[in-house]
C-alpha cells in the first residue's frame, strides 16, 4: 500500500563536489538520457573520478555505497552486460566478530563464504539488487548497508567549475518505502531524486568519515542459513519541475522555461513498460576472418546504441558526444559521427539532420556565439545552462558545424536517395550555405575565420577546442580571427556537395556558382596556406594572415576534404606518416619536437581515433592506400589495450616503441560517438564505397584490404530502400570483391 504517513526529514549542509581528475576504472551504463558511473564493485565515491548516476547534465545520485557487515566487498568480476543488465559478482572478506556484539554470531566468518550478486539495470529508472548466497557451514547473521548521497551536481560543476552560488538541497524525506532528495536550484526547478526501497532500516548517517559523501544509512539484516538465498533490491528515480509560490520567487532567473531533461526522462519511462528487443536501429552484418576486427565493430555498435539520447522532441534522438563530459547533443560530434557511419547506420546521419534543422540559428546572439544560419555547436540541460552561468543551453561557438552539416545533407542523400528530407531541409542548407559566404568569413577573404564573442565561449572554436591548440613554431598560441586549414577543407567539401544538390534540384545557376567558389577556394587554399619550406599546409591563419606554421593534423582532415591539390597530395600522406607524426599507434594532432608539443595534450600530441579514420580516407583517396591500411591496422590493434575493446575519445601520443602499448589519457570520455564510429569509416575507406541510390548504383572504387585482414562479409548494406550483401576478401596480395545477393535494383560496379 502507499505511504501517507508524514515522512521524517534530516537537514543537509551544502555538499562537498569534488572535481573529476582521473576516470581510470570506471564502469559505465547508459539507456536513453540516464548514464552511471561506478567503480568495479559498482559503487559510486567521492575519489575525484566523477562517479555518478547522471540524467543527462544533472549528477542525481552523488554516493551509493554497498556493504556488508560493516566491511567493503570483495570484487571477483566487474560488471558483464546481458540482456540490457549488468551484473558483478562480489563475495565477503574475512570478518572477525566481535562476541560482545549481540548482533552477530561468536564465530568468525571465513572469506569467501558469502557470494553477492550486484544487478544494475537502466530503464528509464536504475534498478539495483542484490543477491546473497551463502555457503557457509553455519548460520550467519548477515547486515546488508547501503550508504546515499545527493549532491544534484551540475556536470561543469564535477569538472571543476566554480560558481558563485548553488541552489538549495532541501531537507531529505525518509517515509517507510522511499528516500526523497530534493534540490531548489538557481534556474527556478525543483529537482527530486527518489530511492525506493523496502524492508530497510532507514538512519542519518552519523559518522561522515566512514561513509564520505553518503547523508542516510539503508540497514537490511538477516539470518543466512546454509545454502539459503536473500535478495535486496532498490530503484532510483528523478524527477524536475517548476518551483511555485514563494519558493519559485526565490529562484526568478530561469523559472518558466521548459525542461528537456524532465520531459525525456518521463518519456523514457514511458517507454521502458515494455522493453524492445535488440538495437534501436538497423546495422547490417559484419563478419571478417579477423576476431579482434569482429568484437570492435560490436563493441561500437554496442557503444553507439548507448550513445542514442532521446531529444526534447517526442520521438526525436541523436548521439550524444561521449560519457561522461559530454553525454548530449554536439553539433560537430554527432555530425562526424554520423558520417562515419553513414554506410551502415544512415538512420543516424537522417536524425542529426533533423534535430540540428530544428535548432538551426535564426537570430544575430553574440552570448551564445549565435547567427543566422549557424548550426549548433552544444545543447546543455543542466541547472547552470539554465540558469545563464553559462551560454551553453544552446550554444553555437564551432566554425565547422556548419559546413559539416551541408556535407552530411550531400552523403545522407546520395546514400538514401531521400529527395523528401532534401525538400524539407533544403531551406536549411540556404541558410547555412549563406552563413558560411557571409557571417562565416569576418573579413571577407574568402575564408572561414573564427572569433569568440560570448566572454563565456569557447577561445578555439574548432575540434581542436582546447586554449593552447593553435600555436606558432614559437609555442606562442596564435590569436584569432582564425582560419583553421581543415575549415576551409570543410567548407571546399561543402560547395562541391551543394552543386550536387542543386544539379539533382534542377538549379544549374547556383550548381555552377558553387564549383565556381570550390575551385577558387581550393586555389586561394594552396597559395595562402602552403608553406614551401616545409613543404606542408600550415595549421592556420592567424588575425594579421600569418602561417601558423607548426605541424599538425589539420591537414591529413584537408587531405580528407579534397581541397588538397592532386600535385600536393602525396606530399602531404608522405609527411603524416612520419615518425614525429605517426607514433606507432595513430597520427599525432600535433608533431613531437616542436615547442609546445605534449603527448599527454588535450590536442597538443595525442591520438585521436575519428581524426585518424579522416585522415586513413584521405590517405586513400589521394592514392596511399598502404598508408591508410596501416593507420586501420593500428587503430584497430590499439582497440585491444583499452577494456572492453573500447576506442576511447583520445589517447597519448607516446612513441609505440618506447611504450610497448597505447597510454590512456587521463579524463577522455569512453564510449565517445566518433571514436565508437571509427571503425566503421575504417570499413568504408577499405571497401571504397561510392553510393549513388538516386541511380540506384554502389560503387567499390579500389577495394583494399590490409595484409593482417583476409576476408569480410558484408550482409544488408543499405542504399536507398534497397541493399546488397557484399564480400570482399584478399589472396596472393591481390584484393577482389563480389556480390552475393541483392534486395531491389542497385548496380554494383566494382573498380579494381
Known amino acids: 500500500m502507499p505511504d501517507h504517513s508524514t515522512p521524517r ?67 571477483l568480476r566487474g560488471p558483464y552486460r546481458d540482456d540490457g543488465a549488468d551484473t558483478i559478482q562480489l563475495t565477503n572478506p574475512e570478518l572477525r566478530r566481535n562476541p560482545a556484539d549481540k548482533r ?30 551463502s555457503y557457509s557451514a553455519a548460520t550467519e547473521a548477515i547486515e546488508i548497508e547501503l550508504g546515499l548521497g545527493v549532491d544534484m551536481a551540475d556536470i561543469f560543476e564535477v569538472r571543476g567549475y566554480r560558481r558563485a552560488a548553488r541552489g ?43 561513509w564520505p559523501g553518503a547523508t542516510v544509512i539503508a540497514r537490511w539484516r538477516s539470518r543466512l542459513k546454509p545454502g539459503r538465498k536473500m535478495a535486496i533490491e532498490w530503484t532510483v528515480g528523478y524527477s524536475s519541475e517548476p518551483l511555485r509560490g514563494a519558493d519559485a520567487a526565490a529562484h526568478p532567473s530561469a523559472a518558466a522555461r521548459p525542461d528537456a531533461s524532465s520531459a525525456t526522462a518521463k518519456a523514457s519511462r514511458k517507454r521502458s513498460a515494455k522493453p524492445r528487443p535488440g538495437l534501436p536501429f538497423v546495422v547490417p552484418t559484419v563478419d571478417s576472418d579477423h576476431e579482434l576486427l569482429d568484437r570492435t565493430i560490436i563493441r561500437s555498435v554496442a557503444d553507439l546504441a548507448a550513445l542514442r539520447n532521446d531529444g526534447p522532441l517526442a520521438g526525436e534522438h541523436y548521439l550524444a558526444a561521449g560519457i561522461p563530459w559530454f553525454a548530449t547533443l554536439f553539433g560537430r560530434d554527432s555530425i562526424i559521427a554520423a558520417l562515419e557511419t553513414i554506410a551502415f547506420i544512415p538512420s543516424f546521419a537522417l536524425a542529426t539532420l533533423e534535430v540540428l ?33 553559462t551560454p551553453h543551453d544552446a550554444y553555437y561557438g564551432s566554425v565547422d ?72 613554431t ?18 571546399y567539401a561543402a560547395k562541391r ?92 594532432t600535433f608533431a613531437s619536437g616542436q615547442p609546445g608539443y605534449n603527448p599527454v595534450g588535450y590536442h597538443t600530441g595525442s591520438i585521436w581515433p575519428h581524426d585518424n579514420a579522416l585522415i586513413a580516407a584521405g590517405l586513400k583517396a589521394s592514392g596511399a592506400t598502404d598508408g591508410a591500411n596501416l593507420l586501420a591496422g593500428r587503430l584497430i590493434e590499439a582497440a585491444q589495450w583499452f577494456p572492453d575493446l573500447r576506442l576511447p575519445e583520445l589517447f597519448c601520443g607516446f612513441t ?52 593482417w585482414l583476409g576476408k569480410i562479409t558484408i550482409t544488408g548494406l543499405p542504399v536507398g530502400g534497397d541493399s546488397v550483401d557484399l564480400l570482399v576478401h584478399r589472396w596472393r596480395g591481390r584484393t577482389s570483391a563480389e556480390l552475393l545477393g541483392r534486395r531491389g535494383s542497385i548496380d554494383v560496379i566494382i573498380h579494381v
Open 104 to 133: 552477530t554470531a561468536a564465530t568468525s566468518l571465513a572469506r569467501r563464504e558469502l557470494s553477492l550478486t550486484r544487478t544494475r539495470r537502466i530503464d528509464g529508472v536504475l534498478r539495483e539488487q542484490v543477491t546473497i548466497e
Open 474 to 491: 614559437d609555442g606562442v598560441p596564435a590569436d584569432g580571427p582564425i582560419a583553421l586549414a581543415e575549415v576551409q577543407g570543410y567548407v
Open 656 to 707: 609505440r616503441d618506447e611504450v610497448g602499448a597505447p597510454v590512456a589519457y587521463p579524463v577522455a570520455c569512453s564510449p565517445q560517438a566518433w571514436a565508437a564510429a571509427a571503425p566503421f569509416y575504417l570499413l568504408h575507406t577499405m571497401l571504397g564505397l561510392r553510393p549513388d541510390a538516386t541511380a540506384h548504383r554502389l560503387e567499390l572504387i579500389r577495394p583494399t584490404l590490409p595484409d
Open 168 to 210: 538549495t538541497l532541501c531537507p531529505i524525506e525518509i517515509h517507510d518505502d522511499r528516500i526523497t532528495f530534493s534540490y531548489d536550484g538557481l534556474d527556478g526547478r525543483r529537482r527530486t531524486t527518489t530511492v525506493a526501497l523496502e524492508r530497510a532500516k532507514i538512519v542519518p548517517v552519523d559518522d561522515l568519515d566512514a
Open 9 to 75: 526529514t534530516i537537514p543537509v549542509s551544502a555538499p562537498t563536489i569534488i572535481p573529476a581528475t582521473d576516470l581510470g576504472s570506471v564502469e559505465v551504463a547508459k539507456e536513453g538520457n540516464l548514464y552511471l558511473l561506478t567503480d568495479p564493485r559498482g559503487d559510486i565515491r567521492l575519489d575525484g573520478r566523477g562517479l555518478g548516476l547522471y540524467e543527462l547534465d544533472t549528477r542525481i545520485l552523488s554516493t551509493s555505497i554497498l556493504r556488508l557487515n560493516g566491511t567493503q566487498l570483495t570484487l
Open 497 to 588: 556537395a551543394m552543386a550536387r544538390l542543386a544539379r539533382h534540384r534542377g538549379e544549374m545557376e547556383l550548381a555552377a556558382r558553387l564549383d565556381t567558389a570550390a575551385d577558387v577556394l581550393r586555389d586561394r587554399f594552396d597559395e595562402a596556406f602552403w608553406m614551401p619550406e616545409a613543404r606542408f599546409y600550415a595549421m592556420a591563419l592567424d588575425g594579421k594572415k600569418r602561417q601558423v606554421g607548426t605541424i599538425g593534423s589539420n591537414a591529413g582532415q584537408a587531405l580528407w576534404s579534397g581541397i588538397v591539390p592532386t600535385a600536393r597530395a602525396a606530399r602531404i600522406a608522405e609527411r603524416l606518416l612520419e615518425p614525429d607524426m605517426f607514433s606507432g599507434w595513430g597520427i599525432r
Open 401 to 472: 558545424s556548419t559546413p559539416l552539416w551541408l556535407i552530411l545533407l550531400g552523403e545522407a542523400h546520395a546514400w538514401t536517395g531521400d529527395d523528401r528530407m532534401l525538400e524539407r531541409l533544403w531551406p536549411n542548407a540556404l541558410a547555412a550555405l549563406a552563413w558560411v559566404d557571409d557571417s562565416g568569413d569576418l573579413d571577407g577573404d574568402g575564408f572561414v575565420e573564427y572569433r569568440r564573442r560570448s566572454k563565456l565561449g569557447l577561445l578555439n572554436q574548432g575540434w581542436k577546442d582546447s586554449g593552447d591548440a593553435i600555436r606558432h
Open 357 to 389: 534543422a530544428r535548432l538551426q540559428a535564426k537570430t544575430d546572439d553574440p552570448w551564445h556565439d549565435a547567427e543566422p544560419g549557424k548550426i549548433l555547436h552544444e545543447m546543455r540541460t543542466g541547472e547552470m545552462a539554465r540558469a545563464g552561468e
